[in-house]
């Protein structure tokens, strides 16, 4: 039987049948999602499949040719960084507990507080059919709701919330200490080679002592072009490293912050109203009582007086739930001692300030500095946080 004929007939090589599996394996579906049978999350995306095969593909090169000229050390170091990146790769993209399910949903409402400024007690999901909790966000591409959202992540084509974040996290700093390595080893290996190549006057002294700007580039690109493998996959790491480095950083810089990616950009549209003047604020009192409906789009008081639907989320329901479940008790360090408000008239500016704070004791907020984070517990704090599921 020829090749084809015995392909075309489902014979496959036990390789060829172990790949095709490996990239084809989905995450099972949640039984009580409620959903279609499999979301295009539940399996990898062409760009995570892109991703690890430009890892796999690079490191193929690389290895091979890098062997000889490797140390002890370097043998013993490698092994361990070149699985880890893909070892948390499939964490944070297996993961589901970071997916609120009719069957945790009552555990998910209990692991933040509403702040009454970015969230809300009583939204409800259109799609899920449920209360919102704190912090949570649905994506229409994994088809619910995700606790603490930070961002649908299309490398991993799964979103990253509270029990996959640190995965995520992790996956970054392992795949640029994989990329930086691979430059320095690339960068020693070809510079031992130069040293051996190139003549040098002084025995023992370093090659490039006494060469031109342009004579160190040209020695350069000619080890680059003789041991193509190491020094091209080296050049990709050294580019790709810093893009590695530089998620890594900001993502460190939300943990500081203590909000997630989807809480930057609502703290963005807070700044920006802030700016147009419609923000106010005051300190809490005994006995406080509400601004007028009509005026209010959002409050920190303990039910949102008003939620206009031009306000809210595309998944949320204006409708608001009298019931104490809608803000169930939550054990947390942090509370606010500020009432803040988003002024709505119409569109136009805010009520008589003088007025407001005659009856009330309101001021204009001048920035973002002036509101309180109650998500915010000191960057150790979130960083623990992170790594204890949150």
């Not at 963005?268 to 802030?274: A, F, M, P, Q, Y």
């Not at 104490?324 to 001692?337: F, G, Q, R, Y």
């Not at 984070?373 to 790594?387: A, K, P, S």
Request: hydrophobic share 40%; aromatic share 14%.
């Amino acid at each position: 039987m020829d090749p084809a004929t015995l392909f075309s007939s489902g014979f496959r090589p036990a390789g060829f049948r172990w790949t095709i599996d490996l990239l084809d394996r989905k995450r099972e579906p949640l039984p009580d999602r409620g959903k279609a049978p499999h979301s295009l999350s539940e399996y990898p995306s062409s760009l995570s499949l892109l991703f690890i095969a430009l890892l796999f593909f690079s490191e193929a090169a690389f290895i091979p040719s890098a062997y000889p000229h490797l140390g002890i050390f370097q043998l013993v170091v490698l092994p361990p960084l070149i699985l880890l990146p893909y070892i948390f790769i499939y964490l944070a993209w297996s993961s589901t507990a970071h997916l609120i399910t009719p069957s945790n949903h009552q555990s998910q409402m209990r692991h933040y507080p509403y702040d009454h400024i970015l969230f809300h007690p009583g939204p409800i999901c259109r799609t899920c059919k449920h209360l919102k909790p704190a912090r949570s966000k649905h994506c229409s591409i994994c088809k619910t709701c995700i606790s603490k959202h930070d961002h649908h992540c299309i490398w991993l084509n799964n979103c990253l919330g509270r029990g996959n974040y640190h995965y995520f996290i992790l996956m970054l700093f392992f795949t640029g200490v994989l990329l930086s390595y691979g430059a320095y080893l690339a960068y020693i290996i070809l510079s031992s080679l130069l040293q051996r190549t190139v003549p040098s006057t002084v025995p023992g002294q370093h090659w490039s002592i006494g060469k031109s700007w342009k004579a160190y580039f040209q020695f350069w690109a000619w080890a680059i072009v003789n041991y193509v493998r190491i020094g091209f996959v080296g050049l990709l790491a050294l580019m790709c490293s810093p893009l590695a480095w530089g998620f890594l950083g900001y993502h460190l810089y939300l943990i500081w912050a203590g909000m997630t990616t989807n809480e930057s950009v609502k703290w963005s549209d807070l700044r920006e109203d802030i700016d147009d003047g419609l923000v106010l604020i005051r300190r809490k009192t005994g006995n406080f009582s509400a601004t007028p409906a009509d005026h209010i789009i959002t409050s920190t008081t303990t039910r949102a007086e008003s939620y206009p639907r031009e306000w809210e989320d595309e998944d949320e329901q204006q409708d608001h739930l009298p019931d104490e479940d809608t803000e169930p008790k939550v054990a947390w360090p942090v509370c606010t001692s500020q009432v803040v408000v988003r002024t709505y008239n119409n569109g136009g500016p805010p009520p008589p300030l003088s007025r407001l704070q005659r009856e009330q004791g309101w001021r204009r907020v001048n920035g973002l500095h002036e509101i309180e984070n109650i998500y915010d517990l000191g960057f150790w704090d979130n960083f623990l946080g992170v790594f204890e599921g949150g």
